[in-house]
């Protein structure tokens, strides 16, 4: 069994446009919201018409704005106001220089405002992956906890040759795992986008084989966005994937649920 999860939902406009086509006319049955971006209610509002589309919560503390004010996370964002890039939050985090407290509150707030924007963010991930960062991980386990959570995403690696990215998501799923204990999530994780070269839809198809529950994740979009998207280029490649025909059809009905039951 799969779920397939497109991330990324409010980062722009052609990104949201290419989820619901992946969604109507391919694959996916999952996404995630970005409520730290300027469309997360337009996203909320595309999303919330597709009745067999589930929407979930993509954590963000590496590149939007908080939900909470920015002078009461201090420890998160820079002189901007704005969260810190990936390096520099990864820096902070080795210092000690990130306040679990104010982790804990703006994650406290991304949901509620996921919440009030009409999804149930029952479902957890996040941007870059942060959530699991095992100093990251222990705070946002706990607010899994209190919030009613009932998936975060895990990244342990199935029996692929492994490339960086998924040995290093690998050994921070590794070091989360006693925070998450007794919250649902995946038995083996696929980051599609991180895939060089990209995988063929045949080889997609074939992960529908492997034991156990997996998800895979992609990044869908359309030509059309800013430049600051670093994965702009790669978004037009995963949408042609997940809306193949052929792997569609070799997946079938059944192969692809949701990550939380309806």
Do not use: C, N
């Amino acid at each position: 069994m799969l779920v397939v999860t497109a991330d990324d939902l409010g980062y722009s406009e052609a990104v949201d446009g290419a989820i619901i086509q992946a969604h109507r006319e391919g694959i996916v049955r999952s996404t995630s919201l970005l409520v730290t971006f300027p469309r997360a209610a337009d996203a909320a509002e595309l999303a919330r018409v597709e009745h067999r589309l589930e929407v979930g919560l993509h954590l963000d503390i590496v590149e939007g704005t908080p939900v909470t004010d920015p002078a009461a996370v201090g420890s998160l964002v820079g002189a901007d106001g704005r969260f810190v890039g990936l390096v520099d939050l990864g820096l902070r985090l080795a210092t000690g220089r990130v306040r679990a407290s104010e982790l804990a509150a703006e994650v406290r707030a991304q949901v509620a405002r996921a919440r009030a924007l009409g999804t149930p963010a029952l479902a957890w991930d996040s941007h870059r992956h942060v959530h699991l960062f095992p100093l990251v991980a222990r705070v946002v386990a706990a607010v899994a906890k209190e919030e009613g959570a009932r998936w975060v995403r895990r990244a342990t690696p199935p029996g692929w040759p492994l490339a960086w990215k998924a040995g290093l998501l690998g050994a921070a799923t590794a070091g989360s795992r006693p925070f998450l204990r007794g919250i649902p999530g995946s038995d083996w994780y696929v980051d599609l986008t991180s895939r060089r070269p990209p995988p063929a839809p045949s080889d997609v198809a074939l992960l529908a084989a492997l034991p156990g529950l997996g998800e895979l994740s992609a990044h869908p979009g359309a030509p059309g966005d800013d430049g600051r998207d670093p994965l702009a280029a790669r978004r037009p490649l995963d949408l042609a994937l997940l809306t193949d025909p052929l792997l569609r059809t070799a997946l079938g009905g059944d192969a692809v649920r949701w990550r939380v039951p309806a």
